[in-house]
């Protein structure tokens, strides 16, 4: 996804009917809850990675540990209204990537990012960690849409979207932190009136 979790810094949305309260949510073998201390070295070890920082647009590359505390430290603040989930498996513990909602170009919507460590590829945690996201922003606030993009190199990542629902917008250019250059990216998009198609997903967030 071309959207790194830890340097973005939009406005929080005014309007409280659009906020997230981020609750800790649970899918069918994920727990997504804020990343922690703990979650350090495991975040370090995954994002110090070419393969996914040259795929978001706000991570470095290399990733040091100060980076990941950094980003530890930043988003247990919240300060521009920004869900960063760390994504762990249910049954280990084991962390695996971040996803994030972060309040969008538009007032009424949001942005959907996320990433998943190398080893962790192709097992669906991406789409599964995407479908608890977009349920709760929808069944908790009033925003009319979520948009996301990904790179047009990217066909795991516009799978994923696909996946999820979301519809191709058009294409653009982002800068890419990792490679100092900026890449051809598709947007997508999902409406509140798609995604009330959609509530067949099997893996349902709940809250804890």
């Not at 899918?27 to 495991?42: C, F, G, K, Q, W």
């Not at 040259?54 to 980076?67: E, I, N």
């Not at 190199?153 to 990792?178: C, E, P, W, Y």
């Not at 900026?182 to 067949?200: G, H, P, Q, Y």
């Amino acid at each position: 996804m071309l959207q790194e979790m830890q340097s973005r810094r939009p406005e929080p949305p005014s309007d409280e009917r659009l906020r997230l309260d981020c609750p800790v949510l649970l899918t069918e073998r994920l727990v997504l809850r804020a990343p922690h201390v703990e979650d350090i070295d495991a975040i370090t070890l995954l994002a110090n990675n070419p393969a996914i920082a040259s795929m978001v647009s706000r991570m470095p590359h290399p990733y040091t540990r100060d980076d990941a505390a950094e980003f530890v430290r930043k988003t247990a603040t919240r300060e521009n209204g920004n869900c960063v989930y760390a994504m762990a498996e249910t049954d280990t513990g084991t962390f695996v990537g971040c996803c994030a909602l972060h309040p969008g170009d538009h007032p009424d919507g949001l942005e959907l990012g996320y990433w998943v460590g190398q080893p962790y590829w192709g097992g669906g945690y991406a789409t599964e960690a995407a479908h608890a996201l977009v349920d709760m922003a929808f069944k908790t606030t009033e925003i009319n849409h979520i948009d996301a993009a990904c790179r047009v190199t990217n066909a795991a990542s516009r799978r994923v979207l696909q996946k999820s629902g979301f519809q191709f917008q058009g294409t653009d250019m982002i800068h890419v932190m990792a490679l100092n250059a900026s890449v051809a990216a598709e947007r997508f998009r999902l409406d509140r009136k798609t995604w009330a198609s959609l509530l067949s997903w099997h893996a349902r967030p709940q809250r804890r």
